[in-house]
């Protein structure tokens, strides 16, 4: 639980905002509207709102075992055999900033799919406080669920306009451990973008590898996207990470952003840094493009 408290607090940044709040208020207040998940208020004048222009976009469904998934899907309109990338929330789960992400995708001609990996546990926004969200929905989230549900997305759009030997990953926070580790779990994937997700961490049933775990092996080329001033990243476990990296063939790579912290790509908080937001979203179709993904 300490990582999942670690993952959090980086999230929520605090602000001027923020002083003289009751914290627990602060976080339940904050958590109950969805699309401001991680800070009170949302921060208008920097949040990126891409339309649906020429795109075919909403929610759609997918089965997997019996249970229906939902998934946040954009796409160019009546375009088939589509490069696709798969969009993984942070912990606060597929609200309209990841929404949005994945519009940005479409707008240049992925198909892109952002699963809520959450379902069965529950709703993130729902949440009362950040312990409830970890305790009963982060921490019982298992690592084999969440591949299971990103195999059956692969399958759906492989045969739904995707070109299933062009699928790439990319995720944020909670979301960036799991780019790391599905780019391991599942070898055809041809290149991963993960932004600030942790490295090292406990282990448990759930959760029995980090990416440190399994540097070495992986084959699956992965940009990792980082803040030096990151709180619950150190950089010590970046360079662990490039040391596992080093011994294998592997041809991930590491940008660190000297005056960003967690969170840098999240337009609707403080945390955003519209520099190197920029400059990693160009980092990240580049990546995509050098590895054959388009």
Not at 124 to 139: E, G, H, N, V
Request: aromatic letters at 8%; charged letters at 20%.
């Amino acid at each position: 639980m300490d990582d999942l408290t670690r993952d959090a607090e980086s999230l929520l940044a605090k602000t001027p905002l923020s002083d003289g709040v009751d914290r627990r208020g602060f976080l339940k207040t904050a958590l109950g509207t969805g699309f401001a998940a991680a800070t009170l208020p949302v921060m208008a004048q920097n949040v990126i709102k891409t339309d649906t222009a020429g795109l075919t976009a909403g929610t759609i469904q997918i089965n997997v075992n019996g249970q229906n998934v939902p998934v946040y899907r954009a796409q160019p309109e009546g375009k088939t055999n589509l490069p696709v990338v798969l969009v993984i929330s942070e912990i606060f789960g597929v609200h309209e900033y990841i929404a949005d992400v994945a519009r940005r995708f479409a707008k240049q001609g992925y198909l892109a799919l952002a699963p809520d990996l959450f379902i069965r546990q529950g709703d993130p926004t729902k949440a009362a406080s950040i312990a409830d969200l970890q305790r009963d929905i982060i921490a019982k989230t298992p690592d084999a669920q969440v591949f299971t549900d990103l195999d059956a997305v692969v399958d759906w759009a492989k045969v739904n306009g995707g070109n299933g030997d062009k699928i790439a990953i990319t995720g944020f926070c909670w979301g960036g451990r799991i780019t790391w580790m599905y780019a391991a779990h599942n070898p055809s994937i041809k290149a991963g973008v993960a932004w600030y997700g942790r490295l090292k961490g406990d282990l448990s049933a759930n959760f029995p590898r980090h990416p440190i775990d399994v540097a070495g092996t992986l084959t699956v080329p992965v940009l990792g996207l980082y803040g030096a001033k990151d709180s619950g990243i150190p950089l010590e476990t970046v360079e662990m990470m490039k040391a596992g990296l080093a011994k294998g063939p592997n041809k991930s790579t590491f940008v660190i952003y000297p005056n960003s912290g967690h969170a840098f790509h999240a337009d609707y908080r403080p945390s955003y840094n519209e520099a190197d937001a920029k400059d990693g979203w160009g980092r990240a179709l580049a990546w995509f493009k050098q590895n054959g993904v388009v």
